[in-house]
């Protein structure tokens, strides 16, 4: 199936860092949303935005609604260990009931 | 956020046996839920759609008679893997989008079956 482009696909960084990581697609959105997921368990959503150029923050994270349609962001400041995990975007267009997931960033933070 | 259950969140059968998974949502109503299939290391991948009161959409690639969906109720969808062999053995995953139902709405997931079919 049809998947968006995630980048970067796993980053390690040191605890204190800011995190960027970004989704792009071909055709545009309407609604994009940003998952973490841990090992064993089902994606839990951070973050859901709904209009282009939409800056929306939830604690440490910040996302954006790209004002293309066609990209998101995800910020995250001064991580912490718990931040490792899987991120995933996601984004809903016109025309369908489908949502369309990213192939994720894996996140690794050092101690 | 809402809240939506899976059962059970581990199965391990012998190949050939059915399994069946139950997603609920606990404190909204859904009538519309989607199942993916998750394998290591990678993204969710759509199975299929699950309707109240309809037939399930399933997605290209995905059999029918292999995977079989029931939508029983506004908060309850099955998903039964139907003669399981090894290659089925993977983690699904259920979502209910929170809102009467339409896709644009958030989609909040369960907690996931991990399946081994031995």
């Known amino acids: 199936g049809q998947q968006l482009n995630q980048s970067p696909q796993s980053m390690f960084i040191q605890e204190g860092e800011d995190v960027s990581m970004n989704c792009t697609s071909s055709s545009i959105f309407n609604t994009w949303l940003w998952y973490k997921q841990d090992p064993g368990e089902g994606p839990v959503l951070l973050i859901a935005l709904y209009k282009a150029g939409e800056l929306t923050s939830n604690g440490r994270l910040t996302a954006q609604f790209g004002i293309t349609r066609k990209d998101s962001f995800l910020n995250i400041s001064a991580s912490i260990p718990s931040d490792v995990g899987i991120y995933f975007c996601a984004g809903h267009g016109s025309g369908t009931y489908k949502y369309i997931f990213g192939t994720g960033t894996r996140l690794k933070v050092l101690a | 956020g809402a809240v939506v259950s899976q059962h059970p969140s581990r199965v391990i059968c012998k190949s050939g046996t059915s399994v069946k998974i139950e997603c609920r949502s606990l404190d909204f109503q859904a009538t519309t839920m989607f199942w993916y299939r998750q394998f290591p290391k990678q993204s969710l991948m759509l199975m299929a759609t699950?309707?109240?009161?309809?037939?399930?959409?399933?997605e290209q690639g995905v059999e029918k008679d292999k995977f079989l969906i029931n939508h029983a109720s506004l908060t309850l969808s099955t998903l039964t893997v139907t003669s399981a062999h090894p290659e089925d053995s993977s983690f699904y995953i259920c979502?209910?989008?929170?809102?009467?139902?339409?896709?644009?709405?958030?989609?909040?997931f369960g907690p996931g079956t991990r399946l081994t079919v031995l």
């Open positions: 699950s309707n109240e009161g309809s037939k399930a959409t399933y």
């Open positions: 979502s209910a989008p929170r809102g009467g139902g339409g896709a644009a709405n958030e989609q909040f």
